[in-house]
């Protein structure tokens, strides 16, 4: 048994930050109804189905497809709430409501029922309507004015951060409901946004105007409060160096060489490095460029001067650490056949994540999971035959 074996989840989500969330039971044993449209794939909503995105995203679930237009596909979806511990949305606000599946309505068939939605800006407010996205979400919570280069311009991050820590805070609701369930023997609703969730992320650069009213900027790869933090240029490329205090900034100093930079007053303390960041990290990559990446990241961390190299992905999965943390995982799928896709990072000692299952195709196990809710295979050709399901 895995660590969530018990629990049933239903899993009408679409795109990124919803499927980041329901992933994270699936991979710990939870048993996952994933429902779809029956025109899903013509949508592409999260990228085509066999696509290594929807695939990453998908798997260790069961899938059916709903019209959930139509009142029989209603009937059904209650039903499966009733054997469910959770279900999952992020429709807009009016959606789930035009459809009579909001929390109020699911809450009637199953008062045990965790119901957790996630939206662009929240389930009120000025905002409720507005259709949510990443990039709009990191553009409002702040990411892209401290992201990038002083003086280039806003920068979005790299990856869908947004999307994915809405996600994440979004299970963690769901998971603290549960928790209390068990207490008070009954559900809740759980609600995140894009919006509230950037903003949660933006930790200390949000309190950092929060408490003392400073409005950051943008750094570029330079930390905007532990100096010297940033990329460097070597002889082969580059590598970040970490310094957070003075203790490990005197190690580093050592350790390249630079000892008048500990006593110089424009480097003495965190505020001086501060000011004269731009002239220190000149004296720093003067040392960097006289050798390799290897070279300096395995003498740094030898003298406990955290220290890294750049990669690109590629290099990030030939690395022996990250070989050892096993952060692939290899399923079966029966059009693709063998796929590789990213494995779980949390790691218990007794009850481990597995990715066992690859992305259902479109509505895969539906007479599967009607006829174990009791449905005769003359009642399911019928409702395939009227476009309930498919």
Same mark, same amino acid.
Not at 335 to 345: E, S
């Given at each position: ?54 695939? %990453?995203?998908?798997? %260790? ?37 035009? *459809? ?9 068939? %199953?008062?045990? *029922? ?64 549960? *928790? ?31 408490m003392e009213g400073q409005v950051p900027g943008q750094a570029g790869n ?17 590598? %970040? ?83 050892h943390l096993g952060m692939t995982a290899t399923v079966h799928h029966p ?11 949390i790691k218990l000692s007794r009850t481990p994540a597995k990715v066992v ?34």
């Open positions: 048994m895995q660590a969530l074996s018990r629990f049933k989840i239903l899993d009408l989500t679409r795109v990124r930050a919803g499927p980041t969330c329901v992933r994270q039971f699936a991979d710990h044993g939870a048993q996952v109804i994933k429902i779809e449209s029956p025109d899903a794939d013509k949508a592409q909503l999260g990228g085509p189905r066999h696509g290594s995105d929807f695939q %990453n995203l998908h798997r %260790n679930k069961r899938g059916i497809a709903l019209d959930l237009k139509q009142p029989e596909a209603i009937a059904i979806l209650k039903d499966l709430v009733k054997w469910a511990d959770v279900l999952v949305e992020n429709f807009r606000p009016d959606v789930k409501d035009r *459809l009579g599946i909001g929390y109020e309505a699911m809450r009637a068939v %199953n008062p045990r *029922l965790v119901y957790a939605s996630m939206s662009g800006f929240g389930e009120d407010g000025p905002y409720r309507m507005r259709p949510g996205f990443d990039q709009i979400a990191q553009g409002m919570g702040g990411l892209m004015s401290v992201t990038g280069e002083k003086g280039r311009g806003p920068m979005r991050a790299g990856i869908p951060l947004a999307d994915l820590s809405t996600g994440h805070f979004t299970a963690q609701g769901i998971m603290i409901a549960l *928790l209390e369930r068990e207490v008070s023997g009954e559900g809740q609703w759980v609600q995140t946004s894009l919006l509230a969730s950037q903003i949660a992320m933006m930790d200390f650069q949000a309190a950092r105007y929060t330079d930390h905007p409060t532990n100096i010297p933090t940033g990329v460097f240029a070597t002889k082969d490329g580059h590598i %970040n160096i970490a310094t957070a205090g003075t203790p490990i900034y005197h190690r580093l100093c050592r350790a390249i060489g630079l000892e008048d930079c500990i006593d110089d007053p424009m480097f003495a303390t965190g505020k001086a490095r501060s000011e004269n960041r731009v002239a220190l990290n000149a004296r720093i990559e003067a040392v960097t460029l006289t050798d390799t990446s290897a070279a300096w990241v395995e003498k740094l961390n030898a003298l406990e001067v955290p220290a890294g190299p750049i990669y690109k992905m590629n290099e990030v999965f030939a690395d022996p650490q990250v070989q059009i693709l056949g063998d796929i590789a896709i990213v494995n779980q990072p299952k690859a992305t259902p195709e479109l509505g895969e196990d539906t007479e599967a999971v009607l006829a174990e809710l009791g449905h005769d295979a003359a009642t399911i050709a019928a409702w395939r035959e009227k476009g309930v399901i498919a």
